[in-house]
């Protein structure tokens, strides 16, 4: 009989239903989709537990209850079940003097009505959540290096508009070289 993984992690309490989910229907799905079993206490913490060969969709639950506990719906943690898709999480106190600077970062980064957040989202095709002291974004690496650089822009003080201006022209130059690229492969593939 081999041994059980097991890895623990704690959610913030008041994210700790919405990992649960109506009649348990979010923890259930996280456990019958990725063959885990999740074990959820009262104080916010969750053990995630799998056999041995499961050690991968261990690591995939973890990350999509991190996202959950990090402000994003269960929707779009999801996500992660995707073999391209990731969790980065930026830490916004290592950046902040204290407290007022770190609402202000914060709300460089949500702007006005949401503004900022939403262009870097559509832009860099990343979902982007803003809790108490961090910034985490669910996409594909190049798409979240895309996002994390815009962030860090806005952060160090740079202009909205600055921002957005380079996030288009990083997009428009991404789907050049896409277009180059499938050019390329069809020529080579035309003279083959």
């Known amino acids: ?32 989709t990725l063959n885990v079993k999740l074990k959820i206490s009262s104080s916010g913490v969750i053990t995630i537990e799998a056999n041995p060969d499961n050690a991968d969709n ?81 996409g594909r690496w190049s798409d979240i290096m895309l996002a994390e650089e815009a962030i860090m822009k806005l952060i160090r003080g740079a202009r909205h508009a600055t921002v957005y201006d380079w996030l288009y022209e990083q997009r428009r130059i991404q789907k050049f070289l896409e277009m180059e690229e499938k050019l390329k492969g069809g020529e080579e593939s035309f003279f083959s």
């Open 1 to 32: 009989m081999s041994e059980k993984i097991y890895k623990r992690l704690r959610v913030p309490l008041d994210r700790l239903g919405v990992v649960i989910g109506k009649g348990g229907e979010i923890k259930k799905r996280i456990e019958n």
């Open 58 to 138: 261990v690591l995939k639950a973890e990350l999509i209850i991190k996202a959950i506990g990090l402000g994003f719906s269960p929707e779009k943690a999801f996500l992660l079940l995707k073999e391209d898709y990731n969790l980065r999480i930026i830490d916004l106190s290592r950046y902040a003097r204290n407290k007022k600077d770190l609402i202000r970062i914060k709300g460089r980064i949500i702007g006005e009505k949401g503004k900022a957040r939403r262009i870097i989202e559509e832009t860099t095709d990343t979902k982007i959540s803003v809790s108490d002291k961090e910034v985490a974004i669910i």
